[in-house]
């Protein structure tokens, strides 16, 4: 059988990302130096926001967030349930009640109609709030505190409505950007809708530092805290040895800072080549009534393509699909399985198939395909044309 050998995800480097990390190795100074300020001074310009704050993953950054945002245990926060788990995981940490809300078919982003009905029934208590709450682990009278949405895909979440929303009750709102730098929602950068945002910098990233995280805030005291948290809950001030808050060794070191400031130089080539790439796919797919390319919703004025995720037909089997495009040496994964039936999700607060209908739709139908900026429109159409041969055999 042809072996297709195409890699799922693939990061985009080039000398110069190998020359500034290994500059980074001639110098004594492997943390906290002059490339993180250099990698967080390339965010606060690129999107015109007063604070980056650079971390060792995108999961470290939304949990200073959660920690920023005063989010403690019992808390309620409005979250989706179509999403990478570390979104819910976070709330989790502090043992904080995500309470899930469905999504929108088009785009799989957070429906901001329910998350305005949601969060009215939350503040209002009673037994309007006891609808929205999970079966179990969501005990006694709890405080709605925030809104995390989540930019799926690299498409920003329908995030005006939702702005609206936290600032009508008060609600802090933390935007999960990990897939979407670059994008924007109606010409503004996605990161900067609410509070604070995070972006994420796992090699299937559009721009890597191996592990790596960057929050963006304008928030001046927020900033302060979670620099010091980030660092082992060092205040400014403190020595080494002295911890004014209970922190985290989040630091991000200065070899994935100084690979990612020469990232951040290349991300508007990244970002292209990733387009062109998600054209060529469309291209091809659109051609297959049995496949449905992605969405972009007229708020997205600019998508940062992060995975290339189709849906099939509900008559299709999209396992058999996937397991076939294995045996020609083809990678695909289904994106996402839904957080909510993640076994210890549904252990600690009871949820069931059903609970959110669209959400496990898109779940069941949708497929991500291989996809970086450095793939070939060859490889492409080896993908697409496998995928008809196996959807009509
Ligand atoms: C990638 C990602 C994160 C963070 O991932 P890390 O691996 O911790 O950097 C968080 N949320 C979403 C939606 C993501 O896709």
Not at 247 to 261: I, K
Not at 293 to 300: D, E, I, K, N, Y
């Amino acid at each position: 059988m042809h072996q297709a050998d195409i890699p799922m995800s693939s990061p985009d480097l080039t000398e110069a990302e190998r020359q500034a990390v290994a500059a980074v190795l001639r110098t004594p100074n492997l943390s906290m130096g002059g490339e993180i300020q250099a990698f967080e001074a390339a965010f606060t310009r690129r999107l015109g926001c007063k604070h980056a704050i650079g971390v060792n993953s995108g999961t470290a950054g939304l949990h200073l967030c959660v920690r920023a945002a005063g989010i403690s245990a019992g808390d309620l926060v409005i979250t989706t349930p179509f999403s990478f788990v570390a979104s819910a995981n976070v709330l989790l940490y502090e043992n904080a009640v995500p309470v899930f809300v469905d999504v929108d078919p088009l785009t799989g982003s957070i429906d901001p109609g329910l998350v305005q009905r949601a969060a009215a029934d939350l503040l209002q208590g009673g037994k309007a709030a006891r609808a929205w709450l999970p079966r179990r682990g969501a005990q006694g009278r709890h405080p709605l505190k925030a809104i995390l949405p989540v930019d799926v895909f690299g498409q920003p979440a329908d995030l005006a409505p939702l702005e609206a929303t936290a600032r009508q009750h008060g609600l802090k709102l933390i935007e999960d950007a990990c897939e979407a730098l670059g994008a924007e929602y109606q010409g503004q950068p996605a990161g900067l809708f609410g509070d604070y945002g995070v972006f994420a910098f796992y090699p299937n990233k559009q721009i890597t530092t191996g592990e790596g995280g960057m929050i963006v805030t304008d928030d001046e005291t927020a900033a302060g805290l979670m620099r010091a948290l980030r660092n082992q809950g060092r205040a400014p001030g403190d020595t080494w040895l002295q911890h004014t808050h209970l922190g985290y060794n989040y630091r991000l070191d200065e070899m994935s800072a100084a690979l990612g400031r020469v990232q951040m130089d290349r991300l508007d080539e990244l970002l292209e080549k990733r387009s062109q790439v998600a054209a060529w796919y469309s291209e091809r797919l659109e051609e297959l009534p049995e496949v449905q390319t992605p969405q972009l919703a007229p708020t997205t004025t600019r998508m940062s393509w992060f995975v290339y995720v189709i849906r099939f037909a509900p008559d299709i089997d999209r396992d058999r699909i996937a397991r076939e495009l294995h045996q020609h040496g083809i990678p695909a994964r289904p994106y996402f399985i839904p957080i909510h039936l993640q076994p210890y999700l549904v252990e600690r607060f009871g949820y069931q198939e059903g609970d959110f209908p669209v959400t496990e739709d898109l779940g069941r139908r949708g497929l991500a395909l291989p996809f970086s900026s450095v793939m070939t429109e060859e490889q492409v159409e080896i993908v697409c044309q496998t995928i008809a041969e196996i959807v009509r055999s």
